[in-house]
């Protein structure tokens, strides 16, 4: 069963846990939705309580913390091992486990077993999955079994290979109808909630606009109803590249960086751990100890006088 969040003391009170009707209302009231992703509790806890109303635990995570080239080697039991240390982080903000290469594309059933399981095991509030029209059956069964389904349009990182790279989608006019599209058969299937990846700014809007469910753009412009980027994109923690849309607000490789080094000094100089850092004993305990252990402290004496014949190394 999922796993129950830790509640923080210094929580602000008033807030609700956010849900798909709130972020429905969201788009319909005019109130950007502010989306970020996060793959571990410490980085939840933060998110949570900055305000933000959603949180995605993307497959992302192949990238920017497991290193590989692309998403496409993320499994389903690494997906639910991060999205429960998220969980046990957050206590408002709206949970979308991002569902894996293959884990809803080879049938119907499978795609319903798993998004399943982020729900139950994880205790997400959603689940995401990317693609258009050839997505349908998968999500009307998914959303027909309860579970609500964010969509993915435009670049669609698990499709990289088909796309030849990561590159912009929607930048001619039959590619442009044809996401339109896929857009509305979405929202007719039933997601509640449509992600537009890295297509033109004018694009997103239209698309936007023809919806009543809210998108949430990357790299798509100020036209969506809500923007999601890559957390360690924003922190400055990946830095093998920076996709163009990304704005860093911090530059935390730097900073880390920074911090082992003046470890690695502070250890070799023997400046650190200091009195500070070391835990203290009582002295007549410590002579007391002294007293006792006399006879164990391997000087030449005591070896010569055999004191130490069981304890030699
Ligand atoms: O995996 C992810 O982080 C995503 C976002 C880029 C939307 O899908």
Redesign the pocket.
């Known amino acids: 069963m999922s796993t129950q969040p830790v509640i923080s003391p210094t929580r602000p009170t008033g807030r609700k846990k956010i849900t798909t009707i709130s972020l429905i209302n969201k788009k319909q009231q005019g109130e950007p939705i502010a989306m970020l992703?996060a793959y571990d509790y410490p980085t939840a806890l933060a998110l949570d309580q900055a305000g933000v109303d959603a949180i995605?635990i993307?497959?992302?995570?192949g990238m920017v913390v497991l290193g590989y080239e692309n998403?496409l080697a993320v499994t389903m039991e690494d997906m639910l091992h991060h999205c429960k240390a998220v969980r046990r982080g957050v206590q408002y903000a709206f949970l979308v486990g991002?569902m894996p290469f293959m884990s809803y594309q080879v049938s119907v059933t499978e795609a319903v077993r798993n998004a399943g399981r982020f729900l139950q095991e994880a205790g997400m509030d959603a689940v995401?999955l990317?693609g258009g029209r050839e997505r349908l059956d998968a999500i009307r069964a998914i959303v027909s079994a309860g579970i609500p389904v964010m969509g993915?349009l435009g670049l669609t990182?698990q499709s990289v290979n088909q796309l030849g790279g990561f590159r912009p989608q929607g930048r001619d006019a039959a590619a442009a109808q044809r996401l339109l599209q896929d857009a509305k058969l979405l929202q007719e299937a039933g997601c509640f909630s449509l992600?537009l990846?890295s297509i033109p700014a004018r694009l997103a809007a239209f698309v936007s606009q023809s919806l009543h469910i809210p998108t949430?753009g990357?790299g798509a412009g100020a036209g969506c109803d809500g923007q999601?980027?890559?957390t360690y994109d924003l922190l400055g923690l990946f830095e093998r590249f920076t996709p163009k849309f990304v704005k860093q607000y911090a530059h935390l490789s730097e900073s880390m960086q920074d911090a082992f080094k003046a470890y690695v000094e502070d250890v070799k100089s023997a400046s650190f751990p200091a009195v500070e850092h070391s835990v203290e004993m009582p002295d007549e305990e410590w002579q007391t100890f002294l007293k006792e252990s006399d006879h164990l402290i391997l000087t030449k004496k005591n070896v010569e006088q055999g004191m130490l014949s069981g304890n030699k190394r």
């Open positions: 992703t995605l993307g497959d992302s995570l998403t991002d995401k990317e993915h990182p992600v990846e949430i990357i999601v980027l890559v």
